[in-house]
């Protein structure tokens, strides 16, 4: 290629940007002047499940008093979370949960119970636990026999 064509190719160029753009705009002129648009945006938030406080007491007393568990649990999952309880020990006859003034689902099932909240947010899960222990250990404590494990519903 000839080095004046090298000096005028970006010059040409240059010119024709702006020819080139008038295809795509228009100048909204005339007694009722007028211009539309469209854009499309596509939000995605990203799936979220996270157990943010799980408080109890660290001992259990044996004689079978109530005992309370407070779950703060995030989900930005659309149809909401379930959490399993689970006993950790053996050697308990009786154990029932309840929840305490929260929306939340209890269910017994064959291996402990499940706690569902059916909704998107931030859910305060307030549980009362009652442990039978038998009558033969009515007196001490034992540490907190119960695992809980969060899912997806």
Do not use: K
């Amino acid at each position: 290629m000839n080095p004046l064509a090298h000096r005028l190719l970006p010059l040409v160029l240059a010119l024709c940007l702006p020819v080139m753009a008038l295809a795509e705009s228009r100048n909204a002129s005339g007694p009722q002047p007028s211009a539309n648009a469209s854009i499309r945006l596509r939000v995605e938030i990203p799936a979220l499940l996270q157990l943010r406080d799980n408080r109890h007491p660290a001992a259990v007393p044996l004689s079978g008093t109530a005992v309370q568990q407070q779950l703060d649990v995030q989900t930005t999952l659309r149809h909401g979370f379930c959490a399993t309880l689970r006993l950790t020990m053996s050697g308990v006859r009786d154990w029932t949960v309840q929840s305490v003034g929260s929306p939340a689902r209890v269910q017994r099932t064959s291996d402990g119970y499940r706690v569902c909240a059916e909704r998107q947010g931030r859910h305060q899960v307030a549980l009362e636990h009652r442990f039978d222990f038998g009558p033969s250990q009515a007196t001490g404590s034992v540490g907190w026999p119960v695992q809980i494990e969060l899912s997806a519903l």
